[in-house]
């Protein structure tokens, strides 16, 4: 085993990742010091999730020259992820998206230890994974797992670097620091800002709702700066004993002046039933598997809220629906981008925002939404009894609808049927045309 220390000492030049990063400021070293660069070196951080978010991080901790990296995620790279998940290429298509990203690690720093966990974070595995490591990162887009990692974290006593990003914004929480487990003060955990999980038709992720490339890469590298900053200083701050260090929210916003923005949260909740003295999701409570998060979430994966008879496949939207010349609305819920990139002829667009806001039959209405006219229009020139369907990406936003449109009376006291397709243009791609676009 090389003298790691004696050899920093002695000649930088051998430790090319370090020797930009011991920081002088007029004589004065930053905590980036020798002793820093070796703090990093004897240091593992676990990064939850190779995505957006995770691929940057993961990038500049191996370029810091971080000990050891864990990678944690279950998914395959697909094309439709390299605008934003910078570590996979084309050649790795179709590959887990751990092995990726360490083909790619591996080539910029050579000299860290990774390690590949090609499955997806569960109570089962969550505090035998985190044990591990020093330092937990969820790059993760999705509160269940967010809840998770928070509670395993609080429980393993590491501290936990939070981010999460979505179409041209993002935000970044460093957690339960210092761990709850060491000191009774402790920092905050996820549920002491969030005590309760978001409504489930609020919940949107990158790969659903869209991203702009950078500002993920953006959240991504400040999660890698807030690890580095957190190991050279010894893992954990002392809270409070300066006023830069109390618990607080990093907002970004791409189209702001000035773009970011910090909010002081909230310190440890009293009664948080993750992290105050009095918390039930105890070790044990977790390895019991007692917490079913995707339910506590209101996950239903793919959202089921039609009845069977609401709901028809795209093999008979096709031969039944769009083949013949029955009337009808074919009505197309995604957002007005989506629609530009591909949308099948005949289909009205009206995003599942507009409609939500609707509240009242837009065709009762004297003040008539702009965006809703043609809509009201079509069905117009319809019978009062010609069908509606909706459709979207993946089959889940178009339920939505569904039930929207029924309560507003669209239905026409059940004389008109109203249901959508089931799986969206993701199963028509499955099913029916194998070269509809992807994104």
């Known amino acids: 085993m090389p003298n790691v220390e004696r050899n920093l000492a002695k000649d930088p030049a051998q430790d090319p990742p370090g020797r930009k990063q011991v920081l002088d400021d007029r004589g004065h070293y930053t905590p980036v010091n020798t002793q820093g660069q070796l703090n990093l070196r ?9 995505g957006g978010l995770g691929c940057p991080a993961a990038q500049y901790l191996a370029g810091a020259g971080m000990g050891t990296i864990g990678l944690v995620d279950g998914d ?3 094309l439709s992820n390299l605008h934003r998940q910078i ?20 080539q910029l720093n050579p000299n860290v230890h990774f390690i ?10 969550a505090l035998a994974t985190m044990e591990h490591y020093d330092l937990v990162l969820d790059c993760t887009d999705h509160p269940a797992s967010r809840y998770l990692i928070s509670d395993a974290a609080v429980v393993s006593g590491r501290p936990l670097i939070s981010g ?18 060491h000191l009774e003060i402790g920092g905050p955990c996820y549920r002491c800002i969030f005590p309760k999980p978001p409504p489930i038709e609020s919940v949107v992720s990158c790969g659903d709702g869209g991203i702009l490339g950078p500002v993920v890469g953006v959240i991504g590298v400040l999660m890698a700066l807030e690890a580095i900053k957190l190991i050279v200083s010894g893992v954990a701050y002392k809270l409070g004993s300066d006023r830069n260090l109390f618990p607080s929210m990093i907002l970004y916003s791409a189209y702001d002046t000035p773009p ?15 992290c105050s003295t009095s918390r039930t999701i105890t070790r044990e409570f977790l390895n019991s598997g007692s917490i079913d998060y995707k339910f506590m979430c209101g996950i239903l994966s793919p959202l089921d809220v039609l009845k069977k008879d609401e709901r028809i496949d795209v093999q008979k939207l096709k031969n039944n629906i769009l083949a013949s010349n029955k009337p009808h609305i074919l009505l197309d819920v995604r957002d007005e981008t989506q629609f530009g990139i591909c949308n099948l002829e005949g289909s009205v667009n009206i995003p599942i925002s507009a409609i939500e806001a609707m509240t009242e039959p837009q065709g009762t209405s004297k003040n008539r939404d702009p965006t809703l006219t043609r809509f009201a229009n079509s069905l117009e020139r319809l019978p009062s009894d010609a069908p509606i369907y909706t459709i979207c990406r993946l089959g889940n936003d178009s ?27 993701r199963a028509w791609r499955q099913h029916v045309d194998p070269e509809w676009p992807e994104y």
């Open 42 to 50: 004897k240091s593992s951080v676990l990064i939850i999730g190779v």
């Open 76 to 78: 395959t790279v697909e």
């Open 87 to 106: 570590l996979h290429t084309t050649e790795r298509v179709g590959k887990l998206k751990v092995d990726s990203a360490i083909a790619g690690l591996s």
């Open 116 to 125: 590949a966990y090609p499955s997806h974070l569960s109570p089962a595995n």
């Open 164 to 181: 999460s990003a979505l179409r041209t914004e993002g935000q970044l929480m460093v957690l339960n620091n210092p761990p709850s487990t």
């Open 260 to 274: 970011f923005r910090q909010v002081r949260l909230r310190g440890k909740r009293p009664k948080c039933t993750g």
């Open 399 to 425: 339920q939505l609808v569904v039930r929207k449109l029924k309560s507003l009376g669209y239905d026409n006291n059940g004389r008109r049927w109203i249901g959508d397709i089931k799986g969206g243009y």
